[in-house]
């Protein structure tokens, strides 16, 4: 069965990809992705979003730790935020695949309101209740994972199948600076108003995304009944995935490599004490962490310009040699004004390798699968990363951070030689 799909623009849209002015507009890139006018208008309306979920996402913490002085209720609030991606993306997959997206993604937007606007209701009382404060931010991120899938297999589908590379890079461009950003704005925010009002302004910005999936039009998309039911419809994106050459070595690669590769950037708190001597509460933490992430962000647009339209299966393997030797740079670099920029190419390369799989799967997938196959990549992408942390956690009481770093890296480097998408099928 063949994973593929296409997609004829209108007229208008078509001028409107193609030209600007009497500017022809290169097919593939970002830009010419951004001149639909409905991918626009969704992109940004969820790019908005973002910035309010990451604003509330990087203050959770801190709030956590000081309502409770306990690290164990710290990691349980990390774990409602996180922990809905690997075990409810399947069903939010399916759910993407059998329903009408847009409706769904309202629905879950709105779901997400109601629960932000009662996390800030309880935050802004003299004593919050803990357990209450834990289940409302759970079911954020029980929203979260039915939503993502169907976001990822919507985007798409509002370009043509020639500007989908663009499409797919500034997915992981918003992804990116989104988590720049609200970081940014929340934490001053936090400073002189308070917890409660930076929660409330995450709810308002729910706001943005619904009005944008309501405004925005969508191509004619029949909705297809499954033959399967029960546990078996529930899998289903496994077995689809199991028999797909190319979908299976990008969910693998992304799998292996968010398990071994990416513990680094949730330990990068003990990394940034332990070799660069930056306290994690310092402002020159947050710059660190702040440059990694606009190189991620910075990578993730190269991908999606100048090389729009290099091989996606190249670039992939490349990257992740790139990566390979960064990781082991940043690993053995102990002065603290050569950590920025490496970990500014370190995030450059990461999203170069992220963005050209992502691209590659995108490409391939038929419409009617594309739901529960990216809910295999969320999980594989935002789900498994928590628990490669946990593990290098462990570790590090064993072997030094560094040792664990190296490990990630020589893990990319095996990785580079796996992830031959062009003998598994991939044509960008």
Not at 136 to 141: E, S, Y
Request: with cysteine.
């Amino acid at each position: 069965m063949p994973f593929r799909r296409d997609h004829d623009p209108s007229a208008e849209e078509a001028t409107d990809a193609l030209v600007d002015g009497d500017q022809a507009l290169v097919t593939g890139t970002a830009v010419a992705a951004l001149r639909h006018r409905d991918f626009r208008v969704v992109w940004t309306g969820t790019f908005a979003s973002n910035i309010g979920t990451w604003m509330q996402n990087v203050l959770l913490g801190a709030f956590a730790l000081q309502l409770t002085h306990d690290a164990s209720y710290v990691g349980l609030v990390y774990f409602a935020q996180l922990g809905p991606l690997l075990f409810l993306a399947p069903l939010g997959g399916m759910l993407a695949d059998i329903l009408d997206r847009r409706k769904l993604l309202i629905w879950m937007q709105l779901e997400q309101v109601v629960f932000s606007v009662l996390l800030a209701v309880l935050a802004a009382a003299d004593h919050p209740n803990k357990w209450a404060i834990f289940f409302c931010v759970l079911a954020i991120g029980i929203g979260n994972a039915l939503s993502g899938p169907a976001i990822s297999a919507l985007l798409p589908t509002l370009v043509p199948r020639e500007d989908l590379p663009g499409a797919v890079s500034l997915q992981s461009v918003q992804m990116n600076l989104s988590r720049v950003i609200g970081p940014a704005i929340g934490a001053p925010l936090y400073a002189m108003f308070g917890v409660a009002t930076v929660f409330g302004i995450n709810a308002a910005t729910y706001g943005f995304a619904i009005v944008s999936l309501v405004i925005a039009r969508y191509p004619a998309r029949p909705v297809r009944a499954m033959s399967d039911t029960g546990l078996t419809r529930f899998l289903s994106g496994f077995k689809l995935a199991a028999a797909d050459p190319l979908i299976r070595r990008v969910l693998v690669t992304m799998t292996t490599f968010s398990f071994f590769s990416l513990t680094f950037v949730g330990l990068m708190p003990e990394i940034a004490e332990a070799n660069f001597d930056i306290g994690p509460k310092s402002a020159v933490y947050g710059f660190l962490y702040a440059t990694f992430g606009l190189g991620a962000a910075m990578g993730a647009v190269t991908v999606g310009t100048y090389l729009a339209h290099h091989s996606k299966a190249k670039i992939a393997r490349r990257s992740l040699v790139a990566f390979a030797i960064l990781l082991t740079t940043f690993a053995l670099v102990r002065d603290a004004s050569l950590a920025f920029p490496v970990a500014f190419v370190l995030g450059f390369v990461y999203f170069m390798t992220i963005t050209s799989l992502s691209i590659a799967l995108q490409s391939h997938l038929d419409d009617a699968i594309r739901g529960r196959i990216m809910a295999l990549w969320i999980m594989a992408f935002g789900g498994v990363v928590p628990l490669g942390v946990l593990a290098g956690g462990v570790l590090v009481g064993f072997i030094s951070i560094t040792s664990v770093m190296l490990i990630g890296a020589v893990v990319a480097l095996l990785l580079a030689w796996y992830c031959d998408l062009e003998s598994a099928g991939s044509d960008v």
